[in-house]
């Protein structure tokens, strides 16, 4: 009988839950359809780990083909995080890396996690430990286009979340957060509707709605609560990165709150970075996901 892919962690919290899986899609090489599809996309999600050990997200773009899988072990990445992002000292040789493909054309996603066997000055190469793809769920279609030229970004790093940032979040439907453990590091997409992230001063509030069991971010959190957030404006290409302390909400009237919330993953944000129009794409008006539109929004008065 083979042995779970899950780590105490991710038991635990699917125990929580009342909920299991066999994690049947979860292999510890890519089939080739994953391989087929990173060399598809333009841009690609990652997990680092700071010199604290704290998770931080950033999103690496580049033209299709910049990701290919030289075997089925092997991702090998043409690019390197941008000037300035605070990701970038992170991905080193050696480290672990958390790795999320998702083409926001189709709503396909497949994960890939392992370590950076190596980087040189145009690129790292992953040696890939555990694939496995994620459903469709809370997806916003975006069409993309390439912004020519795009003009190095300043980074800002903010005291906390201010006026532009909480405006960001407030307008986002879709985010990405960074999750550890002693097994290495993971990034994940979350959806809902515009708003769906609750903000009360420098804490987010994020509705968890129906997935698939596995629990591989919040099994992560109850054994190391440092997390990281990344958000995007589509329109403009900025990127807001976040890192903070978590709490997971697993029962409670405030689950009553939001309509569709399975839990609440609360974030006490610690420190946060800006970058503006630092990505060469930009997204159209998104077309949301049926399972988005099932979902509710914060009850009025809910919302700072």
């Not at 680092?48 to 030289?70: H, K, M, Q, Y």
């Not at 509705?207 to 329109?235: H, K, Q, V």
């Not at 970075?273 to 077309?287: F, N, Q, T, Y």
């Amino acid at each position: 009988m083979d042995a779970t892919p899950f780590h105490a962690g991710e038991l635990e919290a699917q125990a929580l839950a009342g909920e299991s899986s066999r994690g049947a899609g979860i292999r510890d090489f890519m089939p080739d359809q994953h391989r087929d599809f990173f060399a598809l996309l333009p841009y690609l999600f990652a997990a680092g780990r700071d010199e604290n050990g704290w998770p931080i997200a950033t999103i690496l773009a580049g033209p299709e083909g910049f990701v290919t899988s030289p075997t089925p072990n092997e991702l090998a990445i043409a690019t390197l995080p941008a000037s300035g992002d605070p990701a970038d000292a992170t991905l080193s040789m050696g480290a672990s890396i958390g790795l999320l493909g998702l083409d926001l054309r189709t709503r396909r996603r497949n994960r890939a996690n392992g370590v950076i066997s190596e980087r040189e000055g145009n690129g790292l190469t992953v040696a890939v430990s555990q694939s496995f793809g994620n459903c469709a769920k809370y997806i916003q279609v975006r069409q993309h286009e390439i912004v020519p030229g795009a003009a190095a970004a300043t980074t800002e790093e903010l005291g906390g979340l201010d006026v532009a940032a909480n405006a960001l979040i407030a307008q986002s439907d879709t985010l990405f957060i960074a999750s550890g453990s002693q097994s290495g590091l993971d990034i994940s997409h979350r959806g809902g509707r515009p708003g769906f992230v609750r903000i009360e001063g420098g804490r987010l509030t994020v509705p968890d709605f129906a997935g698939n069991s596995y629990f591989n971010t919040f099994g992560n959190l109850l054994r190391e609560p440092a997390t990281s957030m990344l958000f995007i404006d589509f329109a403009k290409g900025d990127v807001l990165q976040l890192q903070g302390v978590a709490e997971v909400v697993w029962t409670g009237p405030e689950l009553a709150d939001i309509e569709g919330a399975k839990r609440l993953l609360k974030v006490e944000v610690t420190r946060a970075w800006r970058r503006r129009a630092v990505l060469p794409l930009r997204w159209s008006e998104p077309e949301p996901a049926p399972t988005t539109l099932a979902t509710g929004s914060w009850r009025q008065g809910q919302a700072a």
